[in-house]
């Protein structure tokens, strides 16, 4: 009987069914602003993440590129001016282009980026590598403010005011990161054991040049690395290690003792500096002298960046060339600073092509060279810092975004 009611009722559910479908088809339209705020907001969330890795890619020539500044800039220091002081090439060291393997890197647009950093403060910290680094960044960012001046303030070595903006970007200098200081020898045996004294090391007391800016900077580059060397503190004078005030015994080599700053330094800086700012540890900047090191007449006049191939050779620590500490203190870098809020700033690799565009034998005096041998460690500018920019600026826009 039940089957027999059914029957004539049937084709009505089947049209009762479509009609639901249609209104429901119909309705759906009027929550799509829902639906396409939710994918607004997973885009905006995606476009903040740091997908793109600057850090691995290849040079390429761009016969019309040119620097965003000139050898005007008030901000120059004299050795690494390379346009005033007539350095052969500066044309093409300028010409090549970084191009990221993955995504493209825009060039900085200093009005923009000053713009966006309005109220906010930029700082560096450690040797004169961060200071080339510097350099670089208020150069291309005076661009956008003539009137930008000269700022040493909060125990800043140098650095530079942008008063259309309110932005602060200053460079402190702390070579080994932490606080050490020079002791002379209290012996009265005199100097037969050809030691003069030490430089005594805390290993967990931050450099007084840069303990107290937490709060001042939105933005912190830190680095060392280019001071730990025995041409720096030779067995007359070495490095001496104290934690807690008392000297670490047994006495560490002074790869062990960098190890053991960096790890303390990472952990200060973590635990002190407040979470909103942005940190990033820039690796090392690498050296290109060839034929012998610094004092032993290594040269670089090289007129291209060297070839991928070429790298190992001239980096890898395994094969003991003068220019190979780069890539052993970046491991004991990248080691510190895991598990920590600090970013890694991996210029090295970009870096290591560019065999070209030191200051060499251009450096602003004439003695210069006789006294210093050439530079093959810093850089020209304008030149490859400006790359460096490019990069540091692209995240620290993207770090702003997820605040």
Request: net charge positive.
């Amino acid at each position: 009987m039940a089957s027999k009611l059914l029957s004539p009722l049937f084709p009505w559910l089947i049209i009762l069914t479509l009609l639901l479908i249609s209104l429901y088809s119909s309705i759906l339209p009027f929550h799509t602003p829902s639906s396409s705020s939710s994918s607004t907001l997973l885009r905006e969330k995606i476009h903040t993440l740091p997908t793109c890795n600057f850090f691995k890619g290849h040079w390429v020539m761009e016969p019309n590129r040119r620097p965003i500044y000139d050898e005007t800039c008030p901000f120059h220091r004299n050795a690494w001016n390379c346009l005033r002081n007539q350095r052969d090439n500066m044309g093409r060291i300028n010409s090549w282009k970084w191009v990221p393997e993955t995504c493209d890197l825009p060039r900085i647009d200093p009005f923009r980026f000053l713009g966006r950093m309005r109220n906010r403060n930029i700082g560096f910290v450690g040797d004169s590598l961060n200071e080339n680094f510097l350099v670089s960044f208020l150069c291309v960012l005076r661009v956008a403010d003539k009137g930008a001046k000269k700022w040493k303030k909060k125990g800043a070595w140098r650095g530079a005011y942008f008063p259309k903006f309110n932005v602060t970007v200053a460079y402190h200098r702390a070579v080994l990161l932490t606080k050490y200081e020079w002791q002379p020898k209290q012996t009265p045996d005199g100097n037969r054991d050809g030691l003069k004294g030490i430089y005594r090391v805390d290993v967990d007391i931050p450099a007084a040049d840069w303990a107290s800016i937490a709060d001042f900077y939105d933005v912190l580059v830190f680095n060392t690395g280019h001071w730990w060397g025995f041409d720096k503190f030779p067995k007359e004078t070495p490095l001496v290690f104290y934690r807690a005030g008392q000297p670490i015994f047994p006495p560490l080599n002074m790869l062990d003792g960098l190890k053991l700053v960096l790890e303390n330094m990472a952990s200060y800086v973590q635990k002190y500096l407040p979470s909103k700012t942005l940190k990033f540890w820039r690796l090392q900047s690498p050296r290109h002298f060839y034929g012998g090191d610094w004092n032993q007449n290594g040269s670089c006049l090289f007129n291209d960046p060297l070839e991928e191939l070429q790298l190992d050779l001239w980096f890898d620590p395994r094969n003991k060339g003068v220019n190979k500490e780069a890539r052993i203190l970046n491991r004991l870098v990248k080691d510190a600073v895991q598990g920590t809020e600090i970013q890694l700033l991996d210029l090295t690799h970009l870096s290591e092509f560019r065999a070209d565009a030191h200051p060499a034998v251009w450096l602003g005096k004439k003695d210069a060279v006789a006294i210093w041998g050439q530079d093959c460690m810093h850089w020209c500018l304008p030149g490859v810092p400006d790359t460096w920019v490019d990069i540091l600026s692209q995240l620290i826009q993207i770090g702003l975004k997820t605040e």
